[in-house]
Nanobody
Framework: QVQLVESGGGLVQAGGSLRLSCAAS????????MGWFRQAPGNEREFVAA????????YYADSVKGRFTISRDNNANTVYLQMNSLSPEDTAVYSC??????????????????WGQGTQVTVSS
C-alpha cells in the first residue's frame, strides 16, 4: 500500500507559477513510475505529466509541454510538478498517481494503482 499526500496548491494570477509536491509513503517509491493528473469541474480526469522510476524519462500532455516540469527525489520519496505561465484553463484539482510500470505515453486513469487526495490549483485572470 502506498499513500500519497499532495501539497503546494493555491490561488495564483495568470502568468504566475506554482510548485506542487507529492510525498509518498513506503520504501519502494523508487520502483514506481509517478504522474500527475488534473480534473476541472464538469470535466473528466486529464493526464498531465509522468516520470520514470529513475527520473531519467518524462512525458507531458501537449497542453502543458514547455510550461510544466515533473521531477522526483527518490531519497525524499517525493515527486514535484513545477507549473509556470499558468492560465485560467489550468484551474483544477491536481492529483499525483502511481503506475506500476513506466510507459512514455498518455496515461489512462484506469492504469493507475494509487491516487493522492488532490490539491486545488486556481488561476485567476
Amino acid at each position: 500500500q502506498v499513500q500519497l499526500v499532495e501539497s503546494g496548491g493555491g490561488l495564483v494570477q495568470a502568468g504566475g507559477s506554482l510548485r506542487l509536491s507529492c510525498a509518498a509513503s513506503g520504501r519502494t517509491f523508487s520502483y514506481y513510475a509517478m504522474g500527475w493528473f488534473r480534473q476541472a469541474p464538469g470535466n473528466e480526469r486529464e493526464f498531465v505529466a509522468a516520470i520514470s522510476p529513475s527520473g531519467g524519462s518524462t512525458y507531458y500532455a501537449d497542453s502543458v509541454k514547455g510550461r510544466f516540469t515533473i521531477s522526483r527525489d527518490n531519497n525524499a520519496n517525493t515527486v514535484y510538478l513545477q507549473m509556470n505561465s499558468l492560465s485560467p484553463e489550468d484551474t483544477a484539482v491536481y492529483s499525483c498517481a502511481v503506475r506500476l510500470t513506466w510507459v512514455a505515453r498518455t496515461w489512462l486513469p484506469q492504469s493507475i494503482t494509487y491516487w493522492g487526495q488532490g490539491t486545488q490549483v486556481t488561476v485567476s485572470s
